[in-house]
Nanobody, 123 residues
């Protein structure tokens, strides 16, 4: 059974930092582009950061608003992807998810997402 488990969220003050982790069990993880996404209340889910498989670098890319503050990394031996977040602002408040990029995992024809991890930036 495929599982995606995000963790590491919490409540921090503006300027604070958090480190997110995403442990997953899908078999193609090691050869897949993986991304962190986020969804704020009342907004559509957006891609925050993406990382290629190790055989291609790996290379990374970021949403303009987080570039220079967030860092995505992966550990294929642990089937885990990480998101280090610094300089957090209230605009970063959202539920954060990880999934395959560009096409999320599907099970029986439906997109499969983990439960996400809540990040709240507030003074």
């Amino acid at each position: 059974q495929v599982q995606i488990v995000e963790s590491g969220g919490g409540v921090v003050q503006p300027g604070g930092s958090l480190n997110l982790s995403c442990l997953n069990s899908w078999s193609s993880f090691r050869i897949s582009h993986i991304a962190w996404y986020r969804q704020a209340p009342g907004k559509q889910r957006e891609l925050v950061a993406t990382i290629s498989p190790p055989g291609n670098g790996p290379t990374t890319d970021y949403l303009d608003s987080v570039r220079g503050r967030f860092t995505i990394t992966r550990d294929n031996a642990k089937n885990t992807v990480y998101l280090q977040m610094t300089g957090l602002t209230p605009e970063d408040t959202a539920v954060y998810y990880c999934n395959r990029d560009p096409r999320p995992l599907t099970i029986s024809g439906k997109e499969y997402w983990g439960q996400g991890t809540q990040v709240t930036v507030s003074s």
